[in-house]
């Protein structure tokens, strides 16, 4: 495991390491209400930004997947996140989590992410299943899941507070020889 998030180039972005001076923009972006309101985040303050920017760094030093930025190749701009929220290594196991600013909805940016995630953990044999927990109502995630290979394994009831209401979530999970068998139906451009 490199001691920092490797850099991995797509079509019109790259994944690249959390950085401090992300902060600001990571902020604004999970401040708009279209990116957070059918997910588990709580309100967005600087102290959770500079926490989240924390934790991924130092997961990644630490020899741990984390999550990535998704920054523009053209500026390094961050329009998003993607990556592992938590990892088991005994039980080779990841969770996976993305977010992506509104104006990229739709263009391929975070299934081109999730794939290159995928493919880079599988690859480095760090995880044998990847699983996402989904808000039943985020019908968008669940539809970019499916796309990527992922499967609803079930409903996981009541199971997070959500600025102070109960949601049920959907467990997604993909495992890793099968995904890496069909990978072709899930590419992450190079470019």
Same mark, same amino acid.
């Given at each position: 495991?490199?001691?920092?998030?490797?850099?991995i180039e797509?079509?019109?972005?790259?994944l690249?390491?959390?950085r401090?001076? =992300?902060?600001?923009s990571?902020q /604004?972006?999970?401040?708009?209400p279209?990116? #957070?309101? %059918? #997910?588990?985040?709580?309100?967005?303050?600087?102290?959770?930004?500079?926490?989240?920017?924390?934790?991924?760094?130092?997961?990644? *030093?630490?020899?741990?997947p984390? %999550?990535?930025?998704?920054?523009?190749?053209?500026? =390094?701009?961050?329009?998003? #996140?993607c990556?592992?929220?938590?990892w088991?290594?005994?039980?080779?196991? *990841?969770e996976?989590?993305?977010?992506? #600013?509104?104006?990229?909805?739709?263009?391929?940016?975070?299934?081109?992410?999730?794939?290159?995630?995928?493919?880079?953990?599988?690859?480095?044999?760090?995880?044998?299943?990847v699983?996402?927990?989904?808000?039943?109502d985020?019908l968008?995630?669940?539809?970019l899941?499916?796309?990527?290979?992922?499967?609803?394994?079930?409903?996981?009831?009541?199971?997070? /507070?959500?600025?102070?209401?109960?949601?049920?979530f959907?467990?997604?999970a993909?495992l890793?020889? =099968?995904?890496?068998?069909? %990978?072709?139906?899930?590419?992450?451009?190079?470019?």
């Amino acid at each position: 495991m490199p001691a920092s998030a490797p850099v991995i180039e797509l079509e019109h972005v790259r994944l690249r390491p959390l950085r401090a001076a =992300d902060a600001e923009s990571l902020q /604004i972006h999970l401040s708009h209400p279209a990116v #957070t309101e %059918r #997910t588990s985040f709580p309100e967005i303050s600087p102290a959770l930004v500079e926490g989240m920017i924390g934790r991924a760094q130092s997961r990644w *030093a630490a020899g741990e997947p984390s %999550r990535w930025a998704v920054a523009l190749r053209q500026d =390094d701009q961050l329009i998003g #996140t993607c990556g592992f929220n938590e990892w088991s290594e005994v039980h080779r196991w *990841a969770e996976m989590a993305f977010d992506l #600013t509104p104006h990229w909805w739709g263009k391929g940016v975070m299934r081109q992410s999730v794939a290159a995630a995928l493919g880079w953990i599988f690859e480095q044999e760090l995880a044998e299943r990847v699983q996402a927990l989904v808000r039943i109502d985020n019908l968008r995630s669940q539809g970019l899941l499916e796309r990527s290979g992922f499967v609803r394994e079930g409903c996981l009831k009541s199971f997070r /507070i959500c600025r102070g209401q109960r949601h049920d979530f959907h467990l997604y999970a993909v495992l890793g020889p =099968d995904w890496l068998a069909a %990978r072709e139906k899930f590419p992450a451009a190079s470019g």
